[in-house]
């Protein structure tokens, strides 16, 4: 167990919906990050929050977006789903924002797209 | 983005030493060699990072070439649980408002370990 928790572990929905992943990170945490993993794209980096403010983006579309809370917790909105958008979202943190040590991940959501 | 080169699979014996190579022949000098490992249906797990010296765990050990273009993640006795998609990823802990900051994945090697 990472100490990472992300809900919901499963979600079906239909394209052009609009859902939201929520993740707690480990105690402590400042860091969070978001991942979504594919068949065909495998490991993507999304974003990166530190303490509330967004540090980094990746390739994370503008029909998503994400924010951290003062309590730390982070939500990932996906909106206006397409099939493409199937996929394994994962939730990851770390205690610092520049990343120098480990980051712990957590078991992912799975978002399926019908 | 990863600038990394793994090969793409790997077998191995069930209690036999693994060596899992990466070339990162364009590595910087701030960069940090972090190597995570992916068991199927789970998240990423953290295994060893160094910066220039070997390092070890509990886990494996990091030994990492003088200079630094390449390095190999050893695990020491292979067992069933250690077959996974092993990621080498390099890490720029100043850059951390790029992307170079953060953990970017390429398509690491898949372990397989046989009984």
Redesign the interface.
């Known amino acids: 167990d990472?100490g990472?928790t992300q809900t919901p572990k499963h979600l079906i929905t239909a394209t052009g919906q609009r859902v939201t992943l929520r993740c707690s990170p480990r105690s402590g945490d400042l860091s969070v990050?978001w991942?979504q993993q594919s068949l065909d794209q495998?490991?993507?980096?999304l974003i990166?929050y530190y303490n509330g403010e967004e540090?980094?983006?990746?390739n994370i579309l503008e029909r998503f977006s994400a924010q951290q809370f003062p309590d730390l917790h982070s939500e990932l909105n996906l909106s206006s789903l397409e099939l493409g958008d199937s996929a394994l979202y994962?939730c990851?943190s770390s205690a610092d924002?520049?990343?120098?040590?480990?980051?712990?991940?957590?078991?992912?959501s799975w978002l399926t797209v019908v | 983005d990863a600038k990394t080169t793994q090969p793409n699979s790997m077998e191995s014996n069930e209690e036999e030493p693994v060596h899992l190579p990466c070339n990162h022949s364009t590595i910087s000098g701030t960069d940090y060699i972090h190597w995570y490992r992916q068991l199927p249906s789970q998240g990423p797990e953290y295994v060893i990072h160094g910066l220039t010296s070997n390092v070890n765990n509990r886990m494996a050990s990091l030994a990492i070439a003088e200079d630094r273009k390449s390095s190999t993640l050893i695990l020491h006795r292979a067992t069933l649980r250690d077959a996974a998609v092993y990621y080498c990823i390099l890490r720029d802990p100043l850059n951390y408002g790029g992307s170079q900051g953060n953990l970017i994945f390429g398509k690491g090697t898949k372990l397989s370990v046989k009984p």
Do not use: M, N, P, T
């Not at chain 1, 495998?42 to 980096?45: V, W």
């Not at chain 1, 540090?55 to 990746?58: F, I, L, N, W």
């Open positions: 990472s990472v990050y991942y495998g490991l993507q980096f990166h540090r980094a983006k990746g994962f990851a924002g520049a990343v120098r040590g480990s980051i712990y991940f957590g078991e992912g």
